[in-house]
């Protein structure tokens, strides 16, 4: 069973730093590009990152998380990462992994994770 | 890059067909052919419905169907069933590695 499992949420203080991780299974990792997606409480979907497939030479970010956020992954361990620093309190959603449908990201995601909270607050 | 615009809310009856348009602009849905729409129940996380524009993955039914005309893609459901009920999101390709959604569309099924 294809499978996507997010950890690494929890509750940081603004300009704290924090690592998701998103460990997959049930499928060639390294076949396919990755995203992060997050949802902030009661609101809707908000792509932040994806990742190109193989070794991930090619890295996207949403503006309004570039120069602050970076996603990397490591095949070896099936597992998709992304470093959140300074975060800020619009930060505050669940971030959900996604597995591109196709090599490319961007043609649709179509396996997601259950997803993980982070919630920045003093 | 902004949201694309989706009605906050439509609504249906059991059997009855309903359609959710997504309108983005020339950068984004007007450009590409990579609309997807994904489908998100209350606590849940979303499921992928319909890709490349009008593409259903296998498992989805063929009663979900998508198109565009324009800036403008549509999700159709026909004979709608109770389980159909939820939020309704699109997403484009947005040019530059870029991907934007939709604001979401809450479905209910009176």
């Known amino acids: 069973e294809v499978q996507l499992l997010e950890s690494g949420g929890g509750l940081v203080q603004p300009g704290g730093s924090l690592r998701l991780s998103c460990t997959a299974s049930?499928?060639?990792?390294?076949?396919?590009?990755m995203s992060w997606v997050r949802q902030a409480p009661g609101k809707g979907l908000e792509w932040v990152s994806a990742?190109?497939?193989?070794?991930?030479?090619?890295?996207y970010y949403a503006d309004s998380v570039k120069g602050r956020f970076t996603i990397s992954r490591d095949n070896s361990k099936n597992t998709l990462y992304l470093q959140m620093n300074s975060l800020r309190a619009e930060d505050t959603a669940v971030y959900y992994c996604a597995k591109a449908a196709t090599a490319w990201y961007y043609y649709g995601m179509d396996v997601w994770g259950q997803g993980t909270t982070v919630t920045v607050s003093s | 890059q902004s949201a694309l615009t989706q009605p906050a809310s439509v609504s249906g009856s059991p059997g009855q067909s309903i359609t959710i348009s997504c309108t983005g602009t020339?950068?984004?849905?007007?450009?590409?052919?990579?609309v997807s729409w994904y489908q998100q129940h209350p606590g849940k996380a979303p499921k992928f419905m319909i890709y490349?524009?009008?593409k259903r993955p296998s498992g989805v039914s063929n009663r979900f169907s998508g198109s565009k005309s324009g800036n403008t893609a549509s999700l159709t459901i026909s004979g709608l069933q109770a389980e159909d009920e939820g939020d309704y999101y699109c997403?484009?390709?947005?040019?530059?590695?870029?991907?934007?959604f939709g604001g979401g569309t809450k479905l209910t099924v009176l």
């Open positions: 990742i190109s497939n193989s070794g991930g030479s090619s890295t």
């Open positions: 490349e524009g009008t």
């Open positions: 049930g499928f060639t990792f390294s076949s396919y590009a």
């Open positions: 020339s950068s984004d849905v007007g450009s590409y052919n990579l």
């Open positions: 997403c484009s390709y947005a040019g530059t590695g870029h991907v934007v």
